[in-house]
């Protein structure tokens, strides 16, 4: 059974950073690609913040570049988001997604629970 373990949410002053992990447990699947999504207050969709492919090329939404930086540890499954100079407007709960390659070149998304961050002074 596969899970995404996040961590490393919280409370942030306005131009703090925080570090977000997910780490993808489990057997039998190779990585295509890890990343992250946000959800902000008041808004129904989530929007992209960045992500990784197994070829290391990494997708950032524009209201982050710069500030956000995601890298990978292939041995632990783990994906790492840097955000620095973290904004009152990135307040969100942070969702880590992982798309899964099983055996048959069955694919399948899966999604973490969530993990809250607030920037606020």
């Known amino acids: 059974q596969v899970q995404l373990v996040e961590s490393g949410g919280g409370l942030v002053q306005p131009g703090g950073s925080l570090r977000l992990s997910c780490a993808a447990s489990?057997?039998?699947?190779?990585?295509?690609?890890m990343g992250w999504y946000r959800q902000a207050p008041g808004k129904e969709e989530r929007e992209l913040v960045a992500?990784?492919?197994?070829?290391?090329?990494?997708n950032y939404a524009d209201s982050v570049k710069g500030r956000c930086t995601l890298s990978r540890d292939n041995a632990k499954n783990t994906v790492y988001l840097q955000m620095n100079s973290l904004k009152p407007e990135d307040t969100a709960v942070y969702y880590c997604?992982?798309?899964?390659?099983?055996?048959?070149?069955?694919?399948?998304?899966?999604w973490g629970q969530g993990t809250q961050v607030t920037v606020s002074s």
């Open positions: 997604n992982a798309l899964l390659t099983f055996a048959a070149a069955h694919q399948y998304n899966y």
């Open positions: 489990g057997s039998g699947f190779r990585i295509n690609a």
């Open positions: 992500t990784i492919t197994s070829s290391g090329n990494t």
